[in-house]
């Protein structure tokens, strides 16, 4: 993979925790490599779970989490200064013309908000239900144009697995979940209870 080459050669200070979704045979190019695999695809939101799970046991407490179809070019001395620059209740994300490629998740943050809901299907809209639960939450959220990545595959969710279009079913999942659409929610606990 283009990008985990570049990363193993442009940011020596950084381990890298990688899960393989669905054994894609991603091949370990750096000694500052970890990698898990699944046998089947678990889905955007468990597979975050389980990176996060592995890395706070391990000690670490900040998580910059990067999809596989970009690459981050800006290096590690640019998140590091975004860490030192937030606090425990900040969340940093990229802008949202590139959604959830790239952010900044600390470990404060997702012991107080929880873990992903992995009753979203696939992909689409665990990211919308995450950040709508930091919202209520009291989370800080920061849109950063220094986390802007490039993409070089756009999304490949439908390209790997032709049937992970969940889009609908995910979209009727938030709905009932949290009263409307993304931005135009109405409860402020799941499924109004």
Known sequence: ???????????????LYIWDNGKQGIDKVSPRMTIWESETNLGVAASWNRLIEEAVARGETNFFILNDDIVYKKGESVVNTMIAKGTSNTFHRCRPAFNWSAYLLRKEIYHKVG???????????EDN????RMKLDGVEIRYEDDLTPDVYLNSQSIAKEPLLSNFIDNREYFVRKWGGAPDSEIYKTPFNK
Do not use: G, I, V, W
Not at 129 to 132: A, G
């Open 129 to 132: 239900d995450y950040q709508y």
């Open 115 to 125: 873990s992903f809901d992995e009753n979203f299907k696939r992909c689409y809209f």
């Open 1 to 15: 993979m283009p990008a985990l080459q570049y990363y193993s050669a442009n940011m020596p200070n950084t381990h």
